[in-house]
């Protein structure tokens, strides 16, 4: 059985002082969270905190990004070996945000999805298609082509060593949830692709839905068969409403 997964995606939001309050929270409602592994990714600046306030906890810790490279003159970003060095387990990659706004390819994506594996951290892999991909239907070729980047560079055994997250685009930020069925159809669809490679690797790996999750969606959402957890943006920012979502597995 796969373990469900539920990641808090903080983006660019919070400060020292608001980061305190929501971790003691999250910290308060952990044991009442029985089924679900659970993880937070907050900005880079406060990896370091978090990370040790959620020292002697279930709470795992996670990067929203990674550059590809060790170290070396790239002002302004953050490798790998930082990142296991401050304490973190996870990483984010191919975010919509990180495709949309900073121009991040699907070959980019995999070359940050490598770095992370060579550099000791799980990778998160985001995949969606926009609302224009849904309505000309092309979701799964969307879909297939982002993970094929990752396939062809780190072959499929990789990705049984990692995270996926299916966050349709049109759902992230716009309280337009994706109806259980329709976000079961293209985990579903991930996971017989998967399949045909390596069932072993289509058995194992966490599919996690993104996209407008909150209390009051998770249990249904969750209930999916290929749906095993989610990565959670907007509701991760207030510790009430995100262990209602991390014990919807429960
Ligand atoms: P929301 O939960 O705010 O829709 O964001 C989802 C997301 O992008 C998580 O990575």
Not at 106 to 129: N, Q, W, Y
Not at 140 to 150: K, P, S, Y
Not at 173 to 202: C, E, M, N, W, Y
Request: aromatic share 6%.
């Amino acid at each position: 059985m796969r373990q469900p997964l539920v990641a808090g995606n903080w983006k660019m939001n919070g400060s020292a002082a608001s980061i305190d309050t929501l971790m003691a929270g999250i910290k308060q409602g952990l044991a009442e969270v029985k089924q679900a592994a659970v993880a937070v990714c907050p900005p880079y600046v406060y990896i370091a905190k978090v990370a040790d306030l959620a020292k002697g906890t279930k709470l795992a810790v996670g990067a929203q990004d990674i550059n590809d490279q060790e170290s070396g003159a790239h002002t302004g970003e953050v490798s790998g070996p930082m990142l296991k060095d401050v304490g973190c387990r996870y990483v984010i990659v191919g975010h919509s945000e990180r495709r949309a706004i900073y121009g991040e390819s699907d070959d980019d994506t995999a070359r940050k999805f490598a770095a992370a594996r060579k550099f000791g951290l799980t990778p998160i892999l985001c995949v969606g298609e926009l609302l224009e991909e849904r309505e000309q239907g092309i979701t799964e070729d969307v879909v297939n082509r982002q993970l094929d980047a990752v396939i062809k560079l780190e072959g499929i055994k990789a990705i049984g060593e990692a995270v996926i997250a299916y966050e349709p685009v049109w759902a992230i930020g716009t309280g337009k949830t994706a109806s259980p069925q329709q976000a079961q159809d293209v985990h579903a669809f991930i996971r017989a692709k998967l399949a045909k490679l390596d069932k072993a690797v289509a058995d194992k790996v966490q599919i996690l839905y993104g996209g407008s999750v909150k209390g009051s969606n998770a249990v249904e959402l969750f209930g999916m068969p290929d749906i095993d957890g989610g990565l959670i943006g907007g509701a991760s920012l207030t510790a009430d409403e995100f262990l209602a979502i991390c014990r919807a597995p429960n």
